[in-house]
């Protein structure tokens, strides 16, 4: 039993939700005077709706609680007694979850590894290109600002 919001008097309505196994239309309408009657006898008021959801309907805590905020919002969104996914495509979900995040620490990883390599190998690169210029290029000789190449000079 809950209050949930009436969106077209703008007051709240007072809702009972009960499980059944009941699946005659003759069950659920005697369940339903039942309870009418009982919600009258308890509150002095009648419910504004009473809905009759399958066993497992009603959403409860690890100790058996009923989650009053949630059935509420179900209620609200027009989901109670709606088939609940089974167990292997939830995990199934779970588990999917649970790749996309791993893919994407995955490519985190990559581009550390990636750059790791990267940075190396570029100064590997320049490294190997000084030395090479360094052989290429005419040695300074002391003195007078000129440079010597055995075969001639530079003019300073």
């Known amino acids: 039993m809950f209050a949930s919001a009436d969106p077209a008097g703008g007051s709240e309505r007072l809702v009972v939700v009960a499980e059944t196994r009941a699946t005659g239309a003759d069950a659920k309408k005697a369940l339903r005077a039942v309870i009418t009657a009982t919600t009258v006898d308890l509150l002095g008021l009648a419910p504004d709706d009473v809905v009759l959801a399958p066993p497992g309907a009603v959403l409860k805590t690890s100790s058996g609680k009923i989650r009053r905020t949630a059935c ?4 609200e ?7 609940v996914a089974p167990l292997w495509w939830e995990l199934a979900r779970i588990r999917l979850r649970g790749l996309a995040t ?13 750059f790791a390599a990267y940075a190396p190998t570029l100064f590997t690169v ?9 052989a290429v290029l005419p040695r300074m000789r002391g003195g007078g600002g000129r ?3 055995q075969r001639g000079c530079w003019p300073a």
């Open 72 to 75: 509420r919002e179900l209620y």
């Open 126 to 134: 320049l490294g190997l290109g000084v030395i090479a210029l360094l």
């Open 147 to 149: 440079c010597a190449v």
């Open 77 to 83: 969104q027009g989901k109670i007694g709606a088939p």
């Open 102 to 114: 791993s893919a994407r620490r995955a490519r985190g990883r990559a581009a550390a590894v990636g």
